[in-house]
């Protein structure tokens, strides 16, 4: 990306974009907004839907953080593969984690623990208090 | 710095308060500086995401495993100050992204204010932090005296979990949340720590005017560095002060 500033030949850094004030101002007045709904809406029960929706508005505040503070928007295709691309190996290991979490929570009553008396591996169940 | 390199590339001062900058030997333009610098902080910053990354996974596994631990540990937590403390990290980002702008257009004075203003939300972010973990200390939910001592052998007892209020008697392996509650937040602290000392390292700099038009990268990448502290925290909040 090259703007009005890209004037200074050979000695310029080049692509550097200068953002206004007014854009930095808006962009913290949508953050502070956003978690002030991220406080609202963690006041209603709607069950497993508010990990989704918190997680969302979350990503929506990453987004603009990453974007214009970070001008990622204005950076090159070789930093902004590099930074996102963290994105993708991280949904790699929360996949392959939730994954097991889940296929394993079919054999629930095989979840095995600590005993707090021996330390030995025994069934929750058998333990007074469930600690 | 070179001085016997007959390709050196030397960027000028913008004015009388500014020093020139001069392009490191091993690059041939500025522009080569500058794209190598970033790129090598881009991908710094990729390992900060997955270092992050793999406690959050904890963090989901285990609330998976334990959903009433964590409901129940969240509450032990002031939220207000969560979002207190959310506000002024969302601020200092600003009054950082402003400070870059600044020296990217080589005003010294407001670089320097801004900067300042940033270590500043560091500043008050990590008192707040210190009044939330001395309340975790008094209830027996992180005793920091006793972090690394060896657990009850008899009761099984842990020695920095002690919960003698009872507030997590409720729930299975109430340690679990604290655990993850101070892992998280500690190392974030920490990089909070860090950011402030390189703004602080970065002021001495704007002070002695090397940052300028010209060259403001170190200011930057610093700048990135605050950002991403920032981004952590986005989502620290909600899954720790306001568990789902």
């Given at each position: 990306?090259?703007?009005a ?5 050979e000695l310029?850094?080049g692509?550097?974009h200068?953002?206004?004030?007014a ?8 953050l502070?907004f ?5 406080v609202?809406v963690?006041?209603?029960d709607?069950g497993?839907?508010n990990m989704?929706?918190a997680?969302g508005?979350?990503a ?5 953080v990453i974007?214009?503070f970070m001008?990622?928007?204005?950076d090159t295709a070789?930093?902004?593969i590099?930074?996102l691309?963290s ?9 392959f984690?939730l994954a097991?979490l889940?296929?394993?929570?079919l ?7 600590r005993?707090?008396?021996d ?10 208090g469930?600690? | 710095m070179s001085?016997?390199d007959h390709h050196?590339?030397?960027?000028p001062a913008?004015g009388p ?5 001069e ?10 500086e ?8 881009w991908?710094?910053?990729a ?10 996974a ?5 609330h998976e ?5 964590f409901?129940?540990?969240g509450?032990q937590?002031?939220?207000?100050l969560?979002a207190l403390n959310?506000?002024?990290l ?10 870059v702008r600044s ?8 670089t ?6 940033t270590?500043?939300?560091a500043?008050i972010?990590?008192?707040?932090k210190?009044i939330?973990?001395s309340a975790?200390?008094?209830h027996?939910?992180?005793?920091f005296g006793h972090?690394?001592?060896?657990y009850?052998?008899g ?14 008697a409720s729930?299975?392996?109430?340690h679990m949340?604290?655990a993850?509650y101070?892992?998280?937040?500690g190392?974030?602290?920490?990089h909070?720590?860090i ?6 390292w ?5 002070a002695?005017g090397r940052f300028?038009?010209?060259y403001?990268?170190p ?5 990135l560095?605050?950002h991403?502290?920032?981004?952590i925290w986005i989502?620290?909040f909600?899954?720790l002060?306001?568990?789902?």
């Amino acid at each position: 990306m090259s703007d009005a500033h890209d004037t200074h030949g050979e000695l310029d850094m080049g692509h550097h974009h200068v953002s206004s004030s007014a854009m930095f101002s808006s962009v913290l007045v949508a953050l502070l907004f956003l978690t002030f709904i991220t406080v609202a809406v963690a006041q209603f029960d709607f069950g497993s839907a508010n990990m989704l929706i918190a997680m969302g508005i979350a990503a929506v505040k990453a987004s603009l953080v990453i974007a214009f503070f970070m001008h990622v928007k204005w950076d090159t295709a070789i930093n902004k593969i590099v930074f996102l691309s963290s994105f993708l190996f991280l949904s790699l290991l929360f996949v392959f984690t939730l994954a097991d979490l889940f296929t394993r929570r079919l054999d629930n009553e095989m979840h095995i623990t600590r005993s707090p008396v021996d330390k030995g591996w025994v069934h929750p169940s058998t333990i007074e208090g469930g600690h | 710095m070179s001085h016997d390199d007959h390709h050196a590339v030397t960027i000028p001062a913008p004015g009388p308060e500014f020093v020139p900058h001069e392009v490191a030997h091993h690059f041939s333009t500025p522009v080569q500086e500058f794209q190598a610098g970033k790129l090598g902080f881009w991908l710094f910053l990729a390992t900060e995401i997955l270092l992050f990354g793999g406690l959050f996974a904890a963090y989901f596994y285990y609330h998976e495993m334990y959903p009433e631990t964590f409901v129940l540990g969240g509450k032990q937590l002031d939220w207000k100050l969560g979002a207190l403390n959310t506000s002024v990290l969302l601020l200092s980002s600003w009054t950082m992204a402003m400070g870059v702008r600044s020296a990217q257009t080589s005003q010294k004075k407001k670089t320097l204010t801004y900067l300042g203003l940033t270590v500043l939300g560091a500043v008050i972010f990590m008192c707040i932090k210190y009044i939330e973990y001395s309340a975790k200390n008094e209830h027996g939910l992180i005793e920091f005296g006793h972090l690394f001592d060896p657990y009850n052998e008899g009761t099984g007892q842990l020695a920095w979990f002690t919960d003698h209020d009872g507030v997590m008697a409720s729930v299975p392996h109430g340690h679990m949340f604290f655990a993850i509650y101070l892992t998280m937040t500690g190392i974030h602290g920490l990089h909070v720590v860090i950011g402030a000392g390189l703004i602080i390292w970065i002021m001495v700099g704007t002070a002695k005017g090397r940052f300028h038009a010209g060259y403001y990268m170190p200011v930057d990448l610093v700048g990135l560095y605050w950002h991403l502290v920032d981004l952590i925290w986005i989502f620290l909040f909600p899954l720790l002060y306001l568990v789902p």
